[in-house]
């Protein structure tokens, strides 16, 4: 991946490349951009994030998300 389009990843979706879920190993694209990213909109205690946080070491999809944050 070149870094210009790295960048405009940050600008557009559009423009990123598709990664791979830690949690379930399906594929999802990033939703980080410079207006924020769709998983900021999960709502997670803080002890859930420590554990995601321990547990995987990049993104992982909305869905695994949710599950963590449903538990």
Do not use: H
């Amino acid at each position: 991946m070149t870094i210009l389009r790295r960048l405009l990843g940050y600008v557009s979706l559009r423009f990123k490349e598709p990664a791979t879920c830690e949690g379930c190993g399906d594929q999802f694209t990033c939703g980080a951009t410079v207006a924020g990213c769709w998983c900021m909109q999960v709502k997670l205690t803080r002890d859930a994030r420590a554990n995601l946080r321990a547990r995987y070491k990049d993104c992982v999809c909305r869905v695994c998300l949710e599950r963590e944050a449903a538990r």
